[in-house]
């Protein structure tokens, strides 16, 4: 069964630090990788998509992929009250024609001031 | 771009009714995912569906099924409504490839009493 595992949290930073969040999946075969947030009753938003190992970097936002390990991270720099939310980490098996995003069940980010 | 939109935003209903949602996908996509997600839990994959067709579904119970129309717009069918099904039921929309990233509407929430 195909999983992906996320730290549920909370994780507290305080504004300005950089935040670490961290995602592991099952699947080998898996190509194409995001990050979602999604802030309290409200539905996730796409912040991030990368498919080759390394590093992605997005403004404040990097995502990093280490495909060997099965590893995909987030990092947030300067955070702000306003990134507190919970963040999503979704993998897609590209293969067999299954196109259906498995999700983590979030990291939930408080950034305090 | 218009984004994805669904209605309506809330539904109550009476358990053992029936509950429709809809879901209207960005321009130029042509697969529909449906997920619910119940109260503090993650995402739980229902149907998929791409031109037309169903693709997967999830591990739901039959009352749970759905349609895509023509025009690649969707509708969910909840038959038998329990209490349990209370939950937001989120539609995301895609351009149908594997490595393609999911985009979601503000989703529907449903009360089931």
């Known amino acids: 069964q195909k999983e992906v595992e996320q730290n549920s949290g909370p994780l507290s930073v305080p504004e300005g630090a950089i935040a670490s969040l961290n995602c592991t999946y099952s699947?080998?075969?898996?190509?194409?990788f995001f990050w979602y947030r999604q802030y309290s009753g409200k539905s996730p938003e796409l912040i991030m998509s990368i498919y080759s190992n390394g590093d992605k970097e997005d403004g404040r936002f990097t995502a990093q992929l280490n495909k060997a390990s099965q590893y995909v991270s987030l990092l947030i720099r300067d955070s702000q009250p306003s990134d507190s939310a919970t963040y999503l980490c979704a993998v897609n098996p590209t293969s067999g024609g299954s196109y259906i995003p498995t999700f983590g069940r979030g990291t939930s980010l408080i950034v305090h001031p | 771009e218009a984004g994805v939109t669904q209605s309506p935003t809330h539904l109550i209903k009476t358990r053992g009714q029936q509950a429709t949602l809809r879901c209207s996908p960005i321009s130029g996509h042509t697969s529909v995912y449906w997920y619910q997600q119940a109260l503090g839990l993650g995402l739980q994959f229902l149907l998929w569906?791409?031109?037309?067709?169903?693709?997967n579904r999830g591990n739901f119970p039959p009352r749970f099924s759905g349609r895509q129309f023509p025009n690649y717009s969707s509708e969910l069918n909840v038959n038998a409504l329990e209490l349990e099904d209370s939950a937001l039921y989120l539609c995301?929309?895609?351009?149908?490839?594997?490595?393609?990233?999911?985009?979601f509407g503000n989703g529907t929430r449903l009360t089931v009493t």
């Open positions: 699947d080998r075969v898996s190509q194409s």
């Open positions: 995301a929309s895609s351009v149908g490839q594997g490595n393609s990233p999911l985009h």
């Open positions: 569906y791409d031109e037309g067709e169903e693709r």
